[in-house]
């Protein structure tokens, strides 16, 4: 089965995923959704399925609970406590592609998010195949008014090419997230980060990843072109603090942000799950990580570990 990041499929237990990578035969997802005709509100062909991590999730059936937390039979990405899962290839029985097509019949949000990839490919240049759009437009359960419009671009090359030429795509309707807008956002949402709220709106607003488009909110995902090989590992992690220079950040745009570091005690690679962190580090800067590490790797979890930079020497 050929899938791609931010891909969501639905399991035979009814559960919607968001396809993140894969370990051997089974991928690596993120529960989204899961049929509940008590707390749900958004319905899926004939079902009611509930959103979690919104509001209601803590109404939901206890026999959700272990969606909210690892499985206990396997370790994943170093060992780390994510809200990653592996999912079996043939417990798939549906798969929502994130491409440039919506469902049928599609709404105002589904036009306006199909006619800003058109956009994005007229003014940044950027291939169709290296496009998608995800979320609830690809589910076809948007909703005007409450759906955000949330994009994928393949590859960090083509997002390179987004940034250089999103000031183009101005004149037809897009306007990047400011400082006010990031003001009320932080004042009705509880971003969970080792971040200070400066430092989440000055990378934030440094990603070009957020905004309106034609006053409809919309995001800008960037995956790997391919899905990333996670690996299992049963090794101790230790606690560990790492100073280093940056020597590749290639994959610090996608998540988790992957950077090379190196310093005294030798290379180090840091993973960070902490979405304020993509991005954030060039090549060549100094950061020092606080984590999880097994030896060769640094985990860095939201709320858990940190990744700052340092002032040059």
């Not at 400066?198 to 990843?209: C, E, F, K, P, S």
């Not at 790997?224 to 299992?232: I, K, T």
């Not at 560990?240 to 996608?254: K, L, N, P, Q, T």
Request: hydrophobic content about 35%; proline content about 6%.
């Amino acid at each position: 089965m050929k899938l791609r990041e931010y891909d969501q499929v639905r399991t035979r237990e009814g559960t919607v995923w968001v396809v993140h990578g894969v370990v051997g035969e089974r991928f690596v997802c993120r529960p989204k959704y899961v049929p509940d005709a008590l707390c749900g509100r958004i319905r899926i062909g004939p079902v009611v399925y509930a959103r979690l991590h919104s509001p209601l999730f803590v109404r939901l059936p206890r026999r959700y609970d272990r969606l909210l937390r690892p499985y206990e039979q396997y370790r994943l990405a170093s060992n780390v406590p994510t809200n990653f899962h592996l999912v079996g290839a043939g417990d798939i029985l549906e798969v929502k592609s994130a491409t440039m097509t919506p469902p049928d019949g599609g709404t105002l949000v589904a036009r306006s998010a199909l006619d800003l990839c058109n956009r994005i490919m007229r003014c940044c240049a950027i291939p169709q195949y290296a496009l998608g759009v995800t979320g609830s437009v690809a589910l076809g359960i948007d909703m005007a008014g409450v759906s955000d419009i949330d994009v994928v671009i393949y590859g960090n090359y083509f997002y390179r090419r987004f940034r250089r030429h999103i000031h183009s795509l101005e004149r037809f309707g897009l306007r990047l997230r400011d400082e006010r807008d990031w003001e009320r956002f932080f004042t009705t949402h509880a971003v969970q980060s080792s971040h200070t709220r400066g430092t989440i709106m000055q990378r934030t607003l440094a990603r070009y990843d957020q905004g309106l488009y034609r006053g409809i909110p919309h995001t800008i995902f960037v995956a790997r072109p391919e899905l990333r090989r996670f690996r299992e590992t049963q090794e101790r992690l230790d606690r560990m603090s790492f100073a280093g220079r940056v020597i590749d950040a290639e994959e610090a745009y996608y998540y988790p942000a992957v950077l090379k570091l190196t310093g005294s005690a030798g290379p180090r690679t840091v993973e960070s799950y902490d979405r304020v962190d993509q991005w954030g580090f060039p090549h060549g800067g100094r950061v020092i990580a606080d984590g999880l590490s097994d030896g060769r790797t640094l985990v860095v979890l939201p709320g858990k570990g940190s990744l700052r930079e340092l002032p040059p020497t």
